[in-house]
């Protein structure tokens, strides 16, 4: 926010009282709202850190599984006994082939083709399913984009082909993905960088609303966390709704399918704990295109600009480790006991329970405008006011009823359990299908702690009256 308009907003601030009633004009300073204009010793070196490690993450634990059947410990033990180098795990390392770039190419060419030409049809016999071109949220310069919401036909095309090409047409075998894994991670690598890097650099050149970038003065946190708020090509190529959801997500699903052809072409069966991961690994990616259009309201879109943290995220660590535990079971295929196959279903489906009508009750709360009914009676709510960076005075309302009374970030719980489970359907004979529960962990705590400094910032004194009403964030009585 500019010092003119934020003075402008200082003086035009209003203050709506607790129960949303009459206005009335202070001279309190307006809450900014938005990622970090300054940026702090710490952020700076945890965004440094993250540049430099995350990659060579994502290839330890890919590596592992194919030079080490998926023990984290034994590279480690072999490069301090002297055993093995990093050179020689390097070496041993399939590299880029000009296959996996066909490969990878015809994917992302295919995904661009479905979202750019192909506008919905779905939402026209899909009844409750809401696609086609819908609103975006307002952003921080005041804007409301409009989107072309087609995610889970693209979703639904593509996996027909794949279905079709597996029973008639075999133009390619369904283990083509696993075949071709570590040569894949070189081409999502480069189309990682680039996106991040081009949209770096258009935001200084070419910005889609310049209004809406953030610089901070610091180039790395600038390169990693994005300048520009909704960066766009044309008027519908979203880079935000495109990568965060398409080659990735529509991705994630195929790869576990492709796991469970390689388990079926090695061992001539496919596992319990295979089906399970599949199964409970694609409620919540068909819950992600289902609720594309709500998607729209979450924080990626609402709040987060697009740099490397989303770019690279979505070409690379979104498919490489979101899909670990399939990718353990090629090399490790457990039969689960009935009982524990049960437990890891209860737990997945009870954690999607609570994180889909966590989310639910949320959009149902914002869209009516609380004139709706949760847990079978009125909502309440906390009335709050803000200012986007033009000056102008927004309402919104905080839930505290339903789960949001519950906790302040139940669907991150319910997220925490539905992840737990597909960890837990690997067994417990190595720690590397659990990574994704830390990871997770440390992703939506971060994020909690996130959300609210940007809340607080956003509602100022409103925020802390719902933290008064609601005072844990994912677990009562804990945290
Ligand atoms: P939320 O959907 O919880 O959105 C947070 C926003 O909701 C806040 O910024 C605020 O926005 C608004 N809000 C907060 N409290 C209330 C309330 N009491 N009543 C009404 N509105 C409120 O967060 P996310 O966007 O992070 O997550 C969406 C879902 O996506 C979650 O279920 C999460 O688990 C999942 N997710 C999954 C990831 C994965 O990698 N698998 C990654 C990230 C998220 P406002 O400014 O509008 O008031």
Redesign the pocket.
């Known amino acids: 926010m500019s010092s003119a308009v934020a003075m402008e907003a200082t003086r035009r601030r209003q203050r709506l009282s607790s129960n949303g009633g009459a206005s009335e004009t202070t001279e309190e300073p307006a809450g900014q709202?938005g990622r970090a204009w300054e940026v702090d010793w710490f952020s700076l070196s945890a965004v440094i850190l993250l540049l430099c490690t995350a990659p060579f993450l994502v290839f330890f634990f890919v590596m592992v599984c194919d030079q080490y059947q998926c023990s984290v410990s034994q590279p480690l033990v072999e490069l301090y006994s002297g055993e093995a180098t990093l050179r020689s795990i390097w070496d041993k390392a399939p590299s880029f082939t000009w296959t996996a770039a066909q490969i990878y190419t015809v994917w992302v060419s295919f995904q661009v083709v479905l979202y750019m030409c192909v506008p919905d049809v779905t939402h026209k016999f899909l009844p409750g399913y809401a696609g086609g071109v819908q609103d975006g949220?307002r952003t921080p310069a005041g804007l409301i984009n409009k989107y072309e919401i087609n995610g889970l036909q693209s979703w639904l095309i593509t996996h027909a082909l794949w279905y079709a090409n597996a029973q008639y047409f075999h133009w390619f075998s369904p283990t083509i993905i696993f075949d071709n894994w570590i040569p894949l991670l070189w081409c999502t690598n480069i189309l990682g960088y680039a996106v991040s890097t081009f949209a770096f650099v258009k935001a200084y050149l070419f910005p889609t609303n310049a209004e809406d970038c953030k610089f901070t003065g610091n180039v790395f946190y600038n390169y990693m966390m994005g300048i520009e708020f909704n960066p766009r090509i044309g008027k519908w190529f979203d880079f935000k709704l495109f990568f965060n959801g398409r080659p990735g997500i529509v991705a994630w699903t195929l790869i576990n399918l492709s796991y469970a052809a390689k388990q079926q072409e090695l061992y001539g069966y496919v596992t319990n704990s295979m089906i399970l991961v599949n199964v409970l690994q694609a409620i919540?990616v068909l819950d992600f295109f289902w609720n594309e259009a709500w998607?729209l309201?979450?924080?990626?879109i609402?709040?987060d600009h697009f740099g490397w943290y989303l770019g690279w995220g979505d070409c690379v660590w979104?498919p490489f480790l979101?899909t670990l535990q399939g990718l353990y079971l090629v090399y490790n295929p457990v039969q689960l006991s009935t009982a524990h196959a049960a437990a890891v279903l209860l737990l997945g489906l009870v954690g999607y329970y609570v994180?889909r009508s966590?989310?639910h009750q949320?959009d149902l709360?914002?869209r009516t405008e609380g004139k709706c009914s949760i847990w079978g009676k009125k909502p309440t709510?906390i009335e709050?006011a803000?200012r986007s960076g033009d000056g102008g005075l927004h309402h919104?309302?905080?839930?505290?009823s339903g789960f949001?009374g519950v906790a302040?970030?139940l669907?991150?719980t319910?997220?925490l359990m539905g992840?737990l489970a597909y960890c837990a359907a690997c067994g417990f004979g190595h720690i590397h299908p659990y990574f994704y529960i830390v990871y997770?962990t440390i992703?939506?705590v971060h994020?909690c702690v996130r959300?609210e400094h940007?809340?607080s910032s956003?509602?100022g004194k409103d925020w802390k009256r719902?933290t008064d009403a609601?005072p844990y964030r994912l677990l009562p009585g804990i945290f």
């Open positions: 709202w949220a919540y998607y309201k979450t924080i990626d609402c709040h979104l979101y994180f966590t989310n949320k709360f914002r709510f709050c803000y919104s309302k905080l839930m505290t949001w302040r970030h669907n991150y319910g997220d992840s997770m992703l939506l994020r959300d940007r809340c956003k509602y719902y609601v």
